[in-house]
């Protein structure tokens, strides 16, 4: 396989999420252009309590226009390491703090620059809400491990943190 040639990349749009335009020579010499959505590195934390029940969130996604379940995800801020980014989210989003946080896989999508980090949270335990960001407006719930497993199996298109589960789920032995 031969590596594309970039020719050229500009800004179509610049916002709180940015779309580029990137130009590429492909192997066998033809020009193509590529929308890509740029975007920072996030955390996805795969979270469960003491008793082995996943803490989710759901709330409403602008892009599918629904609601959605999820485990707690954000941005990772200035100087700030994905372990306490993880942290820091955890305890924002749904007042659980972990008792241990550990590394499963960052993921790489094919048109967008983000960097999704899959970390593990374990051991978790409520010690109050806090208060989030002005525009999330979050539904926190545990589910049992065995309802968890069902949902995920049966509703997978309702739940967008399907490869954290996947990688967590694998790293846990469950």
Known sequence: MQRWQKVTQRYAFRGWRSMLIKTFRLPDGSVRDYDILENGAYVVVAAFTTGREAILVRQ?????????????????????????????????????????????????????????????????????????????????????LADFLEMVAQDASNFSSLDAAFLALRALGW
Do not use: N, W
Request: proline residues 5%; glycine residues 10%.
């Open 60 to 144: 409403f996604r602008p892009g599918p226009e629904r609601f959605v379940s999820s485990f707690c995800e954000g941005y990772i801020d200035s100087g700030e390491s994905p372990g306490q980014a993880a942290a820091r989210e955890l305890l924002e989003e749904t007042g659980y703090r972990a008792g241990s946080i550990s590394y499963l896989r960052t993921i790489h999508s094919a048109y967008t620059t983000e960097d999704r980090i899959c970390l593990l949270a374990t051991d978790c335990e409520f010690v109050g809400m806090t208060k989030g960001d002005d525009d999330e407006f979050l539904a926190v719930s545990t589910l049992p």
